[in-house]
């Protein structure tokens, strides 16, 4: 069974950094392109960043220089440091891998 777990959503004030984590397991995680979405309030979901199985990584203009996206093999996680955070980056942020979709972090960045 394939389960995608995230965790790491908070309340941040503006300008503050936070890093979200997704434990993956029941898949043959190296060979998989990871990728980070999210769906802001009234909003539909949309892509924050991916990264391929050689690393390679993309982005979102709105989350370019701020936020990134990374592996950690050995534990069978992705990461997502996002910084300098602004009140349009809340929402719910979910990990994903084709076909299979996490329950979702909630990220609150508010004064």
């Known amino acids: 069974q394939v389960q995608l777990v995230e965790s790491g959503g908070n309340l941040v004030q503006p300008g503050g950094s936070l890093r979200l984590s997704c434990a993956v397991s029941?898949?043959?995680?190296?060979?998989?392109?990871m990728a980070w979405y999210r769906q802001a309030p009234g909003k539909g979901r949309e892509l924050v960043a991916t990264i391929t199985s050689a690393s390679d990584t993309n982005y979102a203009d709105s989350v370019k220089g701020r936020f990134t996206i990374s592996i950690d093999n050995a534990n069978n996680m992705v990461h997502l440091q996002m910084n300098s955070l602004k009140p349009e980056d809340t929402a719910v942020y979910y990990c994903?891998?084709?076909?299979?979709w996490g329950k979702g972090t909630l990220v609150t960045v508010s004064s």
């Open positions: 029941g898949i043959v995680f190296r060979r998989n392109t």
């Open positions: 994903y891998t084709f076909p299979y």
